[in-house]
């Protein structure tokens, strides 16, 4: 979603990157990187805030969101941003903090249907920031956080409780403690909705410098992989991506991604696996250029 409060500004790294690959002196290099390296600062997402309440402000943050996404950045059918609000507030409010349910929501989804076109679709595992920059640089991806759903919500947290507005603004529970944790049961349907829909080719950024890059408990191993449909992809483009400096611990031959590749296979699904994307890399050298590999990287330019 950070793309979309700067789209203008991805426009700027598009014609930027453009100008680094045709230039080969240093000086334009620097520069570019510092544009680069301020914009990505902007991309950067702030930290999950598990432990604190709900978000102060949440509805004017919920509702204001959806009329911006619906006014300004996409040209989809008319969604009833107040309508949607209603439905996710019978869903939480008043409920006890724990207790909010798959099913809670689908009046809420209900209230806002999608459709994506084919062939755009991002997932990632544990590459959240690399995947912000690459849907920013490549603007035709889409992730979750590019629907309706993911836009309104991202970054927010919320639970109720039984009495007085509705929502507990002081503390929530971890999703850890929880068997139906609110904001949880939301981005396991919303992952859930934005799987089924996927179509074409799709690609997937696994994280190759720590074990278990392909997790069955992470929200791709356990929800998404699970809704894709072979009937409807034509391929599973998976790109695995290590640290410029390492540790190199999983790759398209090595460890979990086997696996991956393994139930793949067994579902039906055409697929691919590249281990060293260079685009990927030049990106990932641009946000930490001191990186001892990038700088082989920048000499070679
Ligand atoms: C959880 O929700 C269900 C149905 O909404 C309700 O019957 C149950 O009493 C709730 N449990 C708690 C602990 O609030
Ligand atoms: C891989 O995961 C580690 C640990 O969470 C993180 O520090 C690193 O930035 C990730 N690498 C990529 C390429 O996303
Ligand atoms: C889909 O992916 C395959 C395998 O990577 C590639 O050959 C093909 O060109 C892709 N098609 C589109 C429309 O991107």
């Known amino acids: 979603m950070y793309k979309h409060t700067s789209f203008l500004r991805s426009n700027e790294i598009v014609q930027d990157l453009t100008v680094m690959t045709s230039s ?6 620097v520069k570019i990187s510092i544009t680069i390296w301020f914009i990505m600062l902007q991309l950067c997402p702030g930290q999950p805030r598990a432990e604190l309440g709900t978000t102060p402000n949440i509805k004017h943050i919920v509702v204001g969101r959806c009329y911006a996404y619906v006014t300004l950045l996409s040209d989809s059918p008319r969604y009833d941003c107040e309508e949607i609000w209603r439905q996710f507030e019978e869903a939480v409010a008043r409920q006890s903090s724990c207790n909010v349910t798959v099913e809670d929501y689908s009046h809420m989804f ?10 755009r679709f991002l997932f990632w595992s544990k590459t959240r920031t690399l995947m912000h920059s690459y849907a920013a640089v490549f603007r035709h991806f889409w992730t979750l956080e590019d629907t309706l759903v993911g836009y309104m919500f991202n970054d927010l947290v919320w639970c109720g409780q039984e009495e007085d507005s509705g929502f507990d603004f002081n503390s929530c529970p971890k999703w850890s403690v929880c068997r139906n944790h609110p904001v949880y049961s939301l981005w396991r349907q919303a992952s859930q909705n934005f ?5 074409g080719n799709i690609t997937v950024l696994l994280n190759g410098s720590i074990a ?9 191993g356990s929800v998404e992989l699970d809704s894709l449909n072979p009937q409807r992809l034509d391929y599973v483009n998976i790109k695995v991506v290590t640290n410029p400096d390492g540790p190199h611990v999983e790759s398209c031959t090595q460890g979990s991604i086997v696996d991956l590749i393994q139930i793949l296979r067994s579902r039906g699904f055409h697929w691919t696996c590249t281990d060293d994307d260079q ?8 946000q930490d250029p001191k990186q001892s590999s990038c700088q082989t990287q920048a000499n070679g330019l």
């Not at 685009?279 to 641009?286: E, G, K």
């Open 279 to 286: 685009t990927l890399r030049i990106l990932q050298c641009l």
């Open 195 to 199: 799987a089924e829909m996927a179509c």
């Open 110 to 119: 209900n209230a806002m249907p999608e459709i994506w076109p084919c062939d």
């Open 212 to 220: 278990n890059a392909f997790n069955r408990k992470s929200m791709f």
């Open 24 to 29: 080969k002196t240093s000086a334009f290099f």
